[in-house]
């Protein structure tokens, strides 16, 4: 069930899938580059404003699933309009800042974005566009990225499946509700 708060800005009603925080893993692969596997923990925030606070930061994991190296941090801000068209505009630590355009799919929780604009710093590397898919399946969140360099065509190169990250208080709150004895709850 998706949780909708009575402060959330009533634009964002749609795109409230995304509030919360995100962690799980995911794989990155493309040419030049070494295939890895990845962690990643997203953050999807509000302040009641029309948009969305976006940080996203994920790091190289070893064949144990630990971290190994920091991989990509992004930042920025989600809109959405009456006509369910999805703005993104978001900013890499590698120098690159994109403006993104897509829509949220009809009757399902499902946004497909791409790439208007692109800026890059000359040290970032070669980039010229990607899309992004972004799905809510069965409570989890759920994304693949394609990516296009002047060398590369358009083509996945990273996707993660998340589960959202339940705050103890949260429990907490939902504990005051068991029997006085809470075990026969579990009975």
């Keep these: ?17 995304l509030l919360g925080d995100w962690a799980g893993a995911g794989v ?5 580059r070494e ?15 029309d948009f969305l606070e976006y940080v996203s930061h994920s790091w190289e994991l070893d064949d144990k699933g630990e971290k190994v190296r920091p991989l990509e941090t992004e ?18 630590d590698r120098g690159v800042a994109e403006v993104w355009y897509g829509e949220l799919a009809d009757q ?8 208007d604009a692109v800026a890059r710093l000359s040290s970032s590397g070669p980039y010229t566009g990607g899309k992004r898919l972004y799905g809510y399946v069965k409570g989890d969140l759920m994304w693949v990225g394609e990516m296009a360099t002047p060398e590369t065509p358009l083509r996945p190169y990273m996707s993660a499946h998340l589960k959202k990250v339940v705050d103890p208080s949260e429990w907490a709150r ?9 075990i026969a ?3």
């Design 1 to 17: 069930m998706i949780e909708i708060p009575s402060d959330l800005h009533r634009d964002l009603v749609p795109l409230a899938f």
């Design 75 to 92: 930042s920025g801000y989600w809109r959405i309009d009456s006509e369910r068209r999805v703005e993104a505009v978001m900013i890499r």
């Design 28 to 32: 990155a692969d493309f040419p030049g």
């Design 174 to 182: 939902d504990l005051k509700d068991l029997p006085d004895d809470g």
């Design 35 to 49: 295939q890895c596997n990845f962690g990643q923990e997203v953050t999807f925030s509000h302040d009641g404003r």
């Design 185 to 187: 709850f579990f009975r």
């Design 108 to 115: 399902k929780p499902q946004i497909d974005l791409a790439t």
